[in-house]
């Protein structure tokens, strides 16, 4: 039987995308891909077992209305600024689908989010990286750097950096680019303030938001995007007809509709963030300033050491070893517990 | 506030796929969308029941280890020749992703699964119509007609028609079509035989089954894809990296898992189709032979008409209005008591 390539050009060559590790023991704390330490809201559970599971036989509600009513009342708009996607990285396949190809480029940054750059490479289309400044910001040539391409999409919170670019650098983005802009709010529940209202200042603004961080949903797969109708109506035409399933759906729904127990986990997520941040400064690690659900810090040591031997007292992290992260490991904000263990582990490994 | 398309050409002004209604009454006799009337296999409630919500804080195994193993041994083939999907239409974009382009046709059959002709739009992609011939079968000169393009979608049996093409007919493509051929078999389990084993013969040749129809669980999205380990391999790049939810993962491995209820489903199924069928011809309509979960046919009266008559009834089944489908309608077989109801109606209709 001979194999012959008929993908497209660059497919075979290229790497694709790695996700972070998803080790199947239990016996290791694991703060490299930003899950949260709590469980889903008690609501989840109880819509688990109330869901009578003859409704799997038929197809779910293609788009989602009653949580695009929901979210959009939420955040003030209506249900037609918003489309719900199978994770974000559905919405931002969507996205790259929608609006990049061969001759039209997409722009990020580097550092950001790894995944972009990939989605570019998968979609033929060139992508144009513009370095952050040495403190990870915004140059200020940022839109003649940017200029050609016609989607833009921006991490805000950046990841890995963990930073918050000014909303002002933000605006002056959205209002310059002659393109769409994404804004990549996977993190922002975390931060002090977002972009939502900037939909209804600029028609070229797209927000994505995730329940994989915040709501301790990764697991489900659910994330939506925000935006003008004429976006959202284009965007619907190219998504797979039913990507969000009925139990995605159902669930979604009743995290959505516990705000409280939302907040609380925010709320503790943060405080265990300044706790571990000011532990590691203890230990001479370098700590970015984070509005995140991680850090993003510098070891007093060799980061890829240090990355090493972490995961040899199986605690794992992420090492990221391109050229402007190598010398930085991005540490999950776990658990008080966990994050203590994280402490005594790297006084262990420092004091070696 | 200003809105300027920046979509790639031909976004805007294409239509976009329109999957059948779900209606959201429950007083409706649903036979529009090839749903099962049975629930899904008790284990699948089961492991609803005995899943721990907390797991959904992590994200899934991005590729469905455990699915994978399962459905190649059931299936003569290893892990790395299986990909799994959130739903078919999953799979089939990241198909067409994969293997065609501006530069790269696709080709289908008409009538065929409209689908097909949707994601080759969606890509910017040409597509190559090929017409059946007057029974809906294969044309002899079906590769001089699908020469050029890069991917070529079969549905067997095809939607909606509901005949299965001759192996043979199959296996002369396979050999001959320059390019992956895609055999679509969302309806096989339905039907007296599959292609199964042309994947261990051909290297281009991907089949794609879904848990939609015969696994009663259309809600949970789960599909998958057998081929060449370098096809697979490719199309791991291409899909995002956690498509498949950890619940639907779950379940998808407890319906797996109950290989005797599946039977007993399909086979009464394939018999509620016979009594359906011969139903109907006592009514005089026409039925083309189905080997699938639908039954293709030509009412004695005007079929829009009789389609929309059956609306009034509260009984919905599906209407194509294209020149090659516009006298027959798509009648998925129901539960004893359904396909009853419809007949009864039928009569009604028939009658006034």
Same mark, same amino acid.
């Given at each position: 039987m001979n194999y012959t390539s008929y993908f497209r050009p660059g497919i075979d060559a290229m790497e694709g995308y790695t996700p972070g590790e998803q080790p199947k023991t239990m016996d290791i704390i694991k703060l490299n891909t930003n899950e949260s330490p709590f469980p889903p809201a008690p609501g989840v559970k109880q819509a688990l077992l109330d869901f009578e599971t003859v409704r799997l036989r038929r197809y779910p509600d293609p788009v989602s209305s009653v949580l695009r009513e929901e979210i959009a009342a939420m955040n003030g708009y209506g249900p037609e600024n918003i489309i719900t996607g199978n994770g974000s990285d559905d919405l931002l396949t969507i996205l790259t689908r929608c609006f990049t190809d061969e001759h039209r480029a997409m722009a990020c940054f580097d550092p950001s989010y790894s995944l972009y750059p990939t989605l570019a490479n998968l979609q033929g289309a060139p992508c144009i990286r513009i370095p952050l400044t040495d403190?990870? $910001?915004?140059? $200020?040539?940022?839109?003649?750097?940017?200029?050609? %391409?016609?989607?833009?999409f921006i991490a805000r919170p950046n990841a890995p950096t963990g930073n918050l670019f000014a909303k002002a +650098?933000?605006?002056?983005?959205?209002?310059?680019?002659?393109?769409?802009?994404?804004? $990549?709010?996977?993190?922002?529940d975390f931060s002090r303030d977002n972009c939502m209202e900037l939909v209804k200042k600029y028609a070229n603004v797209v927000i994505t938001r995730t329940f994989s961080k915040s709501r301790s949903l990764a697991g489900l797969r659910f994330a939506f995007a925000v935006a003008h109708p004429k976006i959202i109506e284009g965007m619907m035409k190219m998504k797979d007809s039913y990507n969000v399933s009925m139990l995605t759906q159902v669930l979604a729904l009743a995290s959505l509709r516990d705000p409280g127990y939302f907040e609380k986990c925010v709320n503790e997520i943060k405080a265990n963030r300044e706790v571990l941040a000011e532990g590691l400064r203890k230990l001479s690690f370098e700590i970015l300033p984070s509005e995140t659900?991680?850090?993003?810090?510098?070891?007093? +040591?060799?980061?890829? +050491?240090?990355?090493? $031997?972490? !995961?040899? !007292?199986?605690?794992?992290?992420?090492?990221?070893?391109?050229?402007?992260?190598?010398?930085?490991?991005?540490?999950?904000?776990?658990?008080? %517990?966990?994050? %203590? %263990?994280?402490?005594?582990?790297?006084?262990?490994?420092?004091?070696?």
């Open positions: 403190d990870f $910001d915004i140059p $200020d040539d940022v839109l003649e750097q940017a200029a050609g %391409a016609n989607l833009f +650098k933000m605006e002056r983005i959205c209002a310059g680019f002659k393109g769409i802009v994404v804004i $990549d709010e996977a993190y922002a659900n991680f850090l993003f810090v510098r070891p007093p +040591k060799n980061a890829k +050491k240090y990355f090493e $031997d972490l !995961k040899l !007292k199986n605690i794992v992290v992420r090492y990221f070893p391109m050229a402007r992260t190598c010398n930085y490991v991005r540490i999950t904000v776990g658990s008080a %517990a966990e994050n %203590a %263990a994280l402490l005594k582990a790297t006084e262990e490994i420092l004091s070696c």
